[in-house]
C-alpha cells in the first residue's frame, strides 16, 4: 500500500497546475475539436462559462520536461498531506476528551451500522495525423516497454502510464492505438487484486465503454443500435452496494450524521417539521435523527418526511418508511410519510405541490444528489436552487462528493477522477480484505457505476458531475443561499473512532466539514439558508 499511498497523493503545487491544459499537452490540435464534439454529437452544446474556469483561449505549449514533471509527480510525491492529517487530529483534542463521554449516548444509532469486515502494439501517429515526436513526446517514454517492466519497473507504475496514454489516445480519437493500450492494461488489471489492479479495471471499463460509443456514433450524431452501452446492474444491486458501503466505511454515515446533526440544531424551539428528500431511495438516514428529536428537552416534535422518488421502488420504500413510522410512534413521535414519484423540476418544488403546512419549519436534504443537475451551463442546478429559495426553507442539507469531476475537457476529469478514485480504494484495502465479497460488490455495483459514468459519457448521460467545494459555494450563493457553519467537528471525530481504521481525516473549511482519506477530500457535508439580504 504505500506504492498505492505514494503512487496517487497529490503534491502540493498541484492545486496551482492547470491540468486540463498540461494532459492536453498530448493533443494540442484537438482543443477545439474536443471542446465541441461531444456536445454537438448529444445535443447538448453549452460550455462553461469564462469565469467559471481558467483555460486559455490558446493551445497551451509546455516543454517536455514539465510533462515528465506532472507525470511525475504522480508517483515520486511523498504524503504532504500527513502533517494537515496530524493537525486535524490534534484540532479540538482536549474539547473532544472532555466531551467524550456526553457525546456516546448520541452515537446510539450506530446500532444499525452492521460493520461487514471479512476475513500493444507500437503506434506513433495520432488520428488527426499528427504524430508525438512531433510534440516532442516519444511514444515509447510515455509508457514503459514489457521489457523495463520485466527489469523491476513496478507494475504499479507501469499500469498507470497505461492508464494515462489510453486515455490520452481516447481523448485524441486514436482508437487503434487506445485498443492496444487496453490489452495491455487488461493483462494488469485484476479485480481481486492490490488497489491499483482494482483501480485500473474500473477505469478501462470505463475506458472501453468510451471506446465503444466513439465507434458507434452515427453521420447524423445519433448512436446505433446497442450502442449506448446501457448498465446491466439492477437496481437492487446497486442498493445492495450502497448498503454495504455504509456499513462499512464512514463515507456515508459521514453525511448522514453531519446532515442530521444541523436538522437537529436548526429544529430547536420548533415543534412541526416538515424535511423534503431530494432523489430519496433508502430511509438508512432518518432512524438517528428520530432518535436524537426524540431526547428533545422540550419534547419531540411532529415530522412529516417528502421523498421525492427518482425510480419505481416506491413499495419497497413504502415498507421501509411503514417500520420506520412504528418505530417513531414507540419513541413518542409524530412521524407522517409521504413519496412523489415524479422527475424533480423547479416546478414540482413548489409549495402547492409538496403540499407545506402553515407553521411547519421546512428542510430541504440532498445527499449526493444536487450534482446530477449540474450541466455545462449550470441552468439546471440555477434553476433546482431558485426553486428551493422561493420555499423559503428553514435549513437546506448538502452532502455531496468533493471532487472536480466536471470539467470541460475529457482528458483532466480522467485524471481527476483516477486521483479521487485510487484515494477510495486505498481506503478499502485498508479496511477490507482482498477476498472479501462484500467489498468486491461496493467497487464494482457502486464505484464502478460512478467512474464509467464520469469518464464514457457526455452530454445529458453524464450525470455524475462532481464538484468541489468552493465551487458550490459559489453556486449556493448565486442562488441566494449562505452557509451556515457545520457544528460537528467532535461528533465526527468520535464517528470516525467507531470504524477502528487509521487514515481517515477531517477539516472544516469555510464553515463545511470535509471527510478524507489520508488528507484528499472524499465527501463534503454544509447546511444552507436563505440570505434575505440576497438580490437573487
Known amino acids: 500500500m504505500e506504492t498505492m499511498n505514494g503512487c496517487f497523493s497529490f503534491p502540493m503545487h498541484y492545486e496551482s497546475f492547470n491540468h486540463d491544459l498540461a494532459i492536453r499537452r498530448f493533443c494540442p490540435a484537438r482543443v477545439e475539436q474536443e471542446q465541441g464534439e461531444w456536445e454537438e454529437i448529444m445535443n447538448e452544446v453549452e460550455l462553461f462559462s469564462p469565469s467559471d474556469h481558467d483555460d486559455s483561449t490558446s493551445t497551451p505549449h509546455l516543454a517536455a520536461s514539465e510533462v515528465d514533471e506532472f507525470v511525475d509527480s504522480f508517483f515520486n510525491m511523498e504524503n504532504d498531506h500527513d502533517s494537515n492529517k496530524d493537525n486535524n487530529n490534534n484540532n479540538g483534542h482536549d474539547n473532544l476528551k472532555a466531551s467524550e463521554e456526553g457525546l456516546k449516548s448520541s452515537f446510539d444509532h450506530f446500532e444499525d451500522v452492521q460493520f461487514v469486515i ?19 513526446i516519444a511514444s515509447h517514454e510515455m509508457v514503459p516497454s514489457v521489457e523495463d517492466v520485466s527489469h ?33 492494461i ?46 446491466l446492474i439492477s437496481r437492487e444491486e446497486k442498493v445492495e452496494a450502497f448498503q454495504l ?83 417513531a410512534s414507540s419513541q413518542g413521535v409524530s412521524l407522517e410519510f409521504f413519496m412523489i414519484s415524479e422527475p424533480i423540476t423547479p416546478s414540482l418544488l413548489s409549495r402547492e405541490n409538496i403540499n407545506l403546512k402553515k407553521g411547519e419549519a421546512l428542510f430541504v436534504n440532498s445527499i449526493m444528489h444536487l450534482h446530477k443537475f449540474v450541466k455545462e451551463s449550470r441552468g439546471s442546478l440555477k434553476a433546482i436552487l431558485q426553486a428551493i429559495k422561493k420555499l423559503n426553507p428553514t435549513l437546506l442539507t448538502m452532502v455531496e462528493q468533493d471532487a472536480n469531476h466536471n470539467g ?24 477490507l480484505p482482498r477476498n472479501s465479497p462484500q467489498r468486491m ?20 448521460d453524464r450525470i455524475e458531475r462532481h464538484e468541489r467545494a468552493d465551487q458550490w459555494r459559489r453556486q449556493l450563493g448565486r442562488a441566494g443561499f449562505q452557509v451556515v457553519g457545520m457544528k460537528c467537528l467532535s461528533q465526527a471525530r468520535m464517528m470516525l473512532s ?32 436563505v440570505n434575505n439580504g440576497s438580490s437573487s
Open 441 to 460: 460488490n461496493i467497487e464494482r455495483l457502486h464505484f464502478a457505476e460512478e467512474i464509467r459514468n464520469i469518464v464514457a459519457y457526455e452530454g445529458s
Open 186 to 231: 487488461w493483462a494488469s488489471a485484476n479485480s481481486w487484486g492490490d488497489s491499483l489492479q482494482r483501480i485500473s479495471y474500473c477505469f478501462a471499463m470505463g475506458l472501453t465503454s468510451r471506446l465503444s460509443l466513439l465507434q458507434n456514433v452515427n453521420a447524423n450524431g445519433t448512436f446505433t443500435d446497442g450502442a449506448m452501452d446501457v448498465s
Open 245 to 327: 458501503l455504509y456499513q462499512t466505511t464512514p463515507f456515508i454515515a459521514f453525511g448522514f450524521m453531519a446532515a442530521n446533526e444541523a436538522i437537529c440544531q436548526a429544529a430547536q424551539g420548533k415543534d412541526s417539521l416538515h424535511i423534503i428528500d431530494l432523489g430519496m431511495e433508502h430511509t438508512l438516514q432518518w432512524p438517528s435523527l428520530i432518535r436524537s428529536l426524540a431526547s428533545r428537552p422540550e419534547g419531540p416534535p411532529k415530522i412529516r418526511i417528502t421523498g421525492l422518488i427518482n425510480d419505481q421502488n416506491l413499495l419497497e420504500l413504502e415498507a421501509s418508511m411503514n417500520v420506520l413510522v412504528q418505530d
Open 408 to 431: 470541460p475537457f475529457f482528458l483532466g476529469r480522467f485524471l481527476e477522477s483516477l486521483h479521487y478514485y485510487s484515494a477510495i480504494f486505498d481506503s478499502l484495502e485498508a479496511s
Open 498 to 529: 467507531v470504524y477502528g481504521c487509521d487514515g481517515y481525516t477531517l477539516a472544516s473549511e469555510k464553515g463545511c466539514l470535509l471527510l478524507g482519506w489520508k488528507g484528499r477530500p472524499i465527501m463534503l457535508a454544509s447546511a444552507w439558508q
Open 152 to 184: 523491476g519497473v513496478d507494475q504499479g507504475l507501469h499500469l498507470v502510464h497505461l492508464l494515462l496514454a489510453c486515455a490520452e489516445a481516447v481523448g485524441c480519437r486514436d482508437t487503434q492505438l487506445a485498443e492496444s493500450m487496453l490489452r495491455q
Open 118 to 136: 471479512n476475513g500493444g502494439d507500437d503506434h506513433s501517429q495520432i488520428s488527426n495525423g499528427v504524430s508525438y515526436e512531433e510534440l516532442g
